[in-house]
């Protein structure tokens, strides 16, 4: 009989533990995603647009639960923190990032 990890209780406890420990990542990138997504096809787009904006959206939302720990913030926060990115979208973030950079360069 061949060796089926699926049906071993041990994989299925260590992914069990892995999501537990993930969680915050897991709903902030998963709803920053979703609301790109439904941005994104409200506005009439399709395919390889809605894929990757929800992709870099979720990723840039994943990225912000550090900061959300170094400001001593709430982690439920990271929820509102990914709809935001969501909703706001990448073209956005990265306009408001190349002007906050410039005055950083400038001063």
Not at 78 to 99: N, P, Q
């Amino acid at each position: 009989m061949p060796n089926m990890p699926e049906k071993d209780p041990a994989l299925w406890a260590a992914v069990s533990a892995w999501l537990v420990a993930h969680q915050p990542q897991l709903y902030t990138g998963g709803i920053a995603a979703a609301v790109a997504m439904c941005r994104v096809i409200y506005g009439g787009g399709r395919g390889r647009k809605i894929v990757l904006e929800g992709t870099i959206c979720g990723l840039i939302a994943i990225s912000l639960l550090p900061v959300l720990e170094y400001f001593a913030l709430p982690p439920n926060l990271s929820v509102f923190a990914g709809c935001l990115v969501g909703f706001i979208g990448v073209e956005k973030l990265r306009e408001y990032s190349d002007r906050f950079m410039s005055k950083k360069v400038e001063g």
